[in-house]
Structure formats: structure tokens, C-alpha cells
């Protein structure tokens, strides 16, 4: 409930106030000048400073044996199990080529490129997520094999391997942070299963990285899930698991305690299945 007066260049004109220009213009955008004088909550000012401490030191991820750098309002891979899980999972024969989306930071893209594929085309629509990938493939000096491109959902194409880590949660976001773990109406996870199939090459496999913490909160069934594969004209061809290392897991004083701590996060690797193979062009 506390508020604070920002300044049009967004200085925060109060006595041993900090220097926050930056922190605020890599969320909002530069300093317009107008309309004027805002103010601003101690909680968001806070927000903002945390995600401009990430974007400049990073976050080790060690599956990529390097840091990440994310940017405000993209959602950071401080969550190293699915990252892990993409790393450990067999790759389909011959895979030259890999679609990366919602790249979001490019971690995902950037496992890929490290475990040998050529070619990854990584996509998201959101202009943050865009500017985040591309700095972080150039840190990493894969620029040359990792293409981030504009696009809601996929690229033009088939590959024979196909990445997602949509928003785990059926919910809407209150805020540009909330963006990357609520997905209204499960809008990202229904698209990405619906168009899978049509975007595969033969033989060719689709990863979906997906928590089950929406199932024990109540927002989403296991069975609603496996519906929505075989309505898709896909087939599981299996499933790696693993289990939440974050703090909150084992907080038991969190709300969300119980939930977070049957909590697993799957990789289920998808690909079409026969009886849909002849009604595909």
C-alpha cells in the first residue's frame, strides 16, 4: 500500500533514494517526459529492481553450464528442473533441426544448440522475450545456429523436433511478470497440441514441458490433458519426470504448500499418431 513519487526521467526525488533510472527504463520503456510526475508502488519499484539485478549478473542455469540473463517481464529459468529435463531427454534419430516455442530467455534453445542440433529456430510474439533471446544467443556465441524469430506459436515448417514450456497455469495474469506463468484459458498450451502435428516432420517428436501444480490446485485434469493429446492426433511416446527443487517446495508455511509439494514437472514427448498419419498433407 505504499507508494512512492517518481519523477517524468524517473528519478525518485526523496532523500538516499537510489538511482533507479535504469531499472525503470528497461520496464517501461525510455523516460518519456510526459505526462509527468507519477507514483509508483514500493512493491513494484522492488520487482523492478530484483529483474534489473537478474538482467545484469544472470542466473547460472546448470544444465547450459553458464548464466542466463533474463529480461523484465520474461520469465527466468530459476525453475532448473525442466531445463534439466530438456537436456536429459533422447533426441529423435538424424535431428538436425529444432523449433524453440515461446523461447522466452532462449534457454531452451540454447540446450538444444549445445547438444549438437544445427539448426534451431526459437520464436515467441512478445518484444521482451524477443530482445532477451537474441542478446543471450549472441552472449553465448550461437547466433550463427539459433534464429529468434517473430511468430504466435510456429514457424513456417516441419521439424523433426519440437519444443514448448508454456505458462503451467490456466489462470489470468495480473501483471506483465505474471505473463509467463498464466496462460488464460490454457490458450498457448491448447495451441501448441493443436498445431503439433501439423508442424512435425515424419517420425518427428514434440516436447511439451509442463508442471502438474494447476491438477492439484484444481484448474486442470490429468484427464483434460490426455484429451486433449488424442483430440490432436497425437500419441504419448513417453514421459520424464522430475520433481521441484525450489525453496518454496519445502516451505511449509506457504499457502500453496501441499500443492507445491506433490508438485512434478513432465516432459512428455509427442508425436502423431497412426491413425492420423493419413489425414496429414
Known amino acids: 500500500m505504499l507508494l512512492l513519487p517518481f519523477d517524468e526521467d524517473y528519478r525518485v526525488p526523496l532523500r538516499r533514494a537510489p538511482d533507479v533510472r535504469k531499472a525503470c527504463s ?13 507514483v509508483a508502488s514500493l512493491r513494484e519499484l522492488l520487482g523492478l529492481i530484483g529483474a ?9 542455469v546448470p544444465a547450459l553450464g553458464t548464466r542466463i540473463h533474463p529480461h523484465y517481464g520474461v520469465f527466468a ?36 544448440a549445445q547438444r549438437g542440433i544445427a539448426r ?5 510474439q512478445d518484444p521482451r522475450a524477443l530482445a532477451c533471446a537474441s542478446e ?27 519444443v514448448c514450456n508454456p505458462p503451467w ?32 516432420g515424419p517420425g518427428g517428436e514434440g516436447w511439451l514441458v509442463l508442471s502438474d501444480l494447476a491438477e492439484h490446485l484444481g484448474l486442470r485434469s490429468r484427464a483434460e490433458l490426455l484429451a ?11 514421459r520424464m519426470e ?25 516432459l512428455w514427448r509427442l508425436g502423431v499418431a497412426l491413425r492420423f498419419l493419413h489425414k496429414q498433407p
Open 26 to 38: 528497461e520496464a517501461y520503456g525510455p523516460a518519456p517526459g510526459e505526462p509527468g510526475p507519477f
Open 52 to 60: 534489473h539485478e537478474w538482467r545484469r549478473k544472470g542466473i547460472v
Open 77 to 112: 529459468p530459476v525453475r532448473g528442473e525442466y531445463v534439466g529435463l530438456v537436456a536429459a531427454a533422447p533426441l529423435p534419430p538424424s535431428c538436425t533441426l529444432a523449433f524453440d516455442v515461446g523461447t522466452g530467455t532462449g534457454v531452451l534453445a540454447a540446450v538444444l
Open 120 to 124: 534451431i529456430v526459437a520464436t515467441d
Open 136 to 162: 543471450n544467443v549472441a552472449r553465448l556465441g550461437l547466433a550463427a545456429r539459433v534464429e529468434v524469430v517473430a511468430a504466435d506459436l510456429f514457424p513456417p515448417g516441419r521439424a523433426p523436433l519440437i
Open 169 to 200: 497455469l490456466p489462470a489470468r495474469a495480473g501483471s506483465p511478470l505474471e505473463r509467463a506463468v498464466f496462460d488464460p484459458d490454457s490458450r498457448m498450451l491448447r495451441g501448441f497440441i493443436g498445431g503439433l502435428a501439423a508442424h512435425l
Open 228 to 238: 486433449t493429446f488424442e483430440a490432436a492426433g497425437l500419441e504419448v511416446l513417453g
Open 242 to 266: 522430475a520433481k521441484p527443487v525450489h525453496p518454496r517446495a519445502a516451505d511449509t508455511a506457504d499457502p500453496l504448500h501441499a500443492a507445491r509439494a506433490a508438485e512434478v514437472t513432465s
